[in-house]
């Protein structure tokens, strides 16, 4: 190897390291450069050092000083399945409860194709300019055949990515029934405690069974299209019952007329429904994500619906009940993590299931057997 330069050796660290032979002249190869350190580790070439782990006080301080590097390794901590990611983080979730609380939580929902990622950017957006910090959880459907996912919301979200005050963080779903991420919850507390005063909560967008994501927010959205549906399709039981607020979206253009006609159904339809939130009328507005037309009026509502919420103590009891049923949600999970883990189930489940498969036996006697061997 050559010899490093004069002007190589003036901007190289001094001494030179300690393991050095001290007969070794310029030709051997061990200058250090001004910028870099010496790792004590050997990496093999083309490979990444492994990042280091965080301790919880790490976690704790790098949420409490708003770092977004630090909160989105948390919510991976919270995220991850394995048995001591999990104590650590129900230890950082304990500790930064006190934090929590003060954000506003709002619930979009929508059929695929609504605008629901454009209608978000755009709204997120004007609250950026008006000083909110906003904390995004976009959940992203997860593929039934190989789990994976792709999570293209937060490029689609692009200007709202580059807001200093914005932070976008997309989740698989998972499987999870409901449109949202089974952590979701707790992302929601770590977004809180790192100082976002609106967290918004973007499901998948499948249909009309997005219906717990109302169990997780405040204020529960619901984006729509002119021409979806008939007025005995928006009275069925199930999302538009749960709604505190209703969008007709892409109401521009050649499409506005046709979206005042779904807007005066909808609110004939909202006439036989009971409200979602005591004293509170679920409103029916137009709204284009595209050119911005009826975001200001939108967050004018929904400012509304929490003064309404709030004085009424309706917003408070709201959030005692969903945590409590998030409570029993987790044992529920848990019940049934523990009774697949058991022995017994294990060792006879594949015999049940290949007798159910080739109709040798109901799936109901086999469900009874599986349940005793649970129980004993």
Same mark, same amino acid.
């Given at each position: +190897?050559?010899?490093?330069?004069?002007?190589?050796?003036?901007?190289?660290?001094?001494?030179?390291?300690?393991?050095?032979?001290?007969?070794?002249?310029?030709?051997?190869?061990?200058?250090?450069?001004?910028?870099?350190?010496?790792?004590? &580790?050997?990496?093999?070439?083309? &490979?990444?050092?492994?990042?280091?782990?965080? &301790?919880?006080?790490?976690?704790?301080?790098?949420?409490?000083?708003?770092?977004?590097? #630090?909160?989105?390794?948390?919510?991976?901590?919270?995220?991850?399945?394995?048995?001591?990611?999990?104590?650590?983080?129900?230890?950082?979730?304990?500790?930064?409860?006190?934090?929590?609380?003060?954000?506003?939580?709002?619930?979009?929902?929508?059929?695929?194709?609504?605008?629901?990622?454009?209608?978000?950017?755009?709204?997120?957006?004007?609250?950026?300019?008006?000083?909110?910090?906003?904390?995004?959880?976009?959940?992203?459907?997860?593929?039934?055949?190989?789990?994976?996912?792709?999570?293209?919301?937060?490029?689609?979200?692009?200007?709202?990515?580059?807001?200093?005050?914005?932070?976008?963080?997309?989740?698989?779903?998972?499987?999870?029934?409901?449109?949202?991420?089974?952590?979701?919850?707790?992302?929601?507390?770590?977004?809180?405690?790192?100082?976002?005063?609106?967290?918004?909560?973007?499901?998948?967008?499948?249909?009309?069974?997005?219906?717990?994501?109302?169990? +997780?927010?405040?204020?529960?959205?619901?984006?729509?299209?002119?021409? &979806?549906?008939?007025?005995?399709?928006?009275?069925?039981?199930?999302?538009?019952?749960?709604?505190?607020?209703?969008?007709?979206?892409?109401?521009?253009?050649?499409?506005?007329?046709?979206?005042?006609?779904?807007?005066?159904?909808?609110?004939?339809?909202?006439?036989?429904?009971?409200?979602?939130?005591?004293?509170?009328?679920?409103?029916?507005?137009?709204?284009?994500?595209?050119?911005?037309?009826?975001?200001?009026?939108?967050?004018?509502?929904?400012?509304?619906?929490?003064?309404?919420?709030?004085?009424?103590?309706?917003?408070?009891?709201?959030?005692?009940?969903?945590?409590?049923?998030?409570?029993?949600?987790?044992?529920?999970?848990?019940?049934?993590?523990?009774?697949?883990?058991?022995?017994?189930?294990?060792?006879?489940?594949?015999?049940?299931?290949?007798?159910?498969?080739?109709?040798? +036996?109901?799936?109901? #006697?086999?469900?009874?057997?599986?349940?005793?061997?649970?129980?004993?």
């Amino acid at each position: +190897m050559a010899a490093p330069t004069k002007a190589l050796r003036e901007h190289c660290h001094q001494p030179r390291p300690d393991w050095v032979p001290p007969c070794a002249d310029d030709t051997f190869a061990t200058w250090i450069l001004q910028g870099a350190t010496p790792s004590g &580790t050997a990496r093999l070439p083309g &490979t990444t050092p492994r990042k280091r782990r965080l &301790t919880l006080e790490e976690y704790v301080e790098g949420i409490r000083h708003r770092d977004t590097g #630090v909160l989105a390794q948390a919510i991976t901590l919270v995220e991850s399945n394995a048995p001591a990611h999990q104590e650590l983080a129900q230890q950082l979730l304990t500790r930064i409860l006190p934090l929590t609380g003060a954000a506003m939580r709002v619930g979009i929902t929508g059929i695929p194709g609504a605008g629901k990622s454009t209608f978000i950017e755009a709204l997120g957006c004007r609250l950026c300019e008006k000083g909110h910090r906003v904390a995004v959880l976009a959940v992203d459907p997860s593929s039934t055949v190989t789990g994976g996912s792709v999570l293209a919301d937060k490029i689609r979200m692009e200007k709202l990515s580059r807001e200093q005050g914005a932070f976008i963080r997309p989740s698989p779903s998972g499987g999870s029934l409901g449109g949202v991420a089974r952590k979701s919850r707790e992302a929601m507390l770590l977004c809180e405690a790192a100082g976002y005063d609106v967290l918004i909560v973007e499901t998948v967008g499948v249909g009309q069974n997005e219906v717990t994501v109302r169990s +997780m927010v405040d204020c529960f959205l619901l984006l729509t299209l002119a021409g &979806t549906g008939d007025e005995m399709q928006g009275m069925k039981k199930g999302v538009m019952e749960l709604a505190d607020l209703i969008l007709v979206n892409k109401a521009d253009g050649d499409n506005r007329i046709r979206a005042l006609a779904a807007s005066a159904e909808m609110t004939r339809v909202l006439a036989y429904l009971r409200p979602a939130t005591e004293g509170w009328t679920t409103p029916c507005q137009l709204v284009s994500a595209l050119t911005g037309d009826g975001i200001a009026d939108v967050w004018t509502r929904v400012q509304e619906f929490f003064r309404t919420a709030r004085s009424g103590d309706v917003l408070m009891q709201r959030r005692r009940s969903q945590t409590v049923a998030w409570m029993h949600g987790l044992i529920h999970e848990a019940l049934v993590i523990d009774f697949f883990r058991t022995p017994d189930v294990r060792g006879r489940l594949p015999a049940l299931e290949k007798a159910v498969a080739e109709g040798k +036996m109901p799936p109901l #006697v086999a469900a009874q057997e599986l349940l005793r061997l649970g129980r004993s």
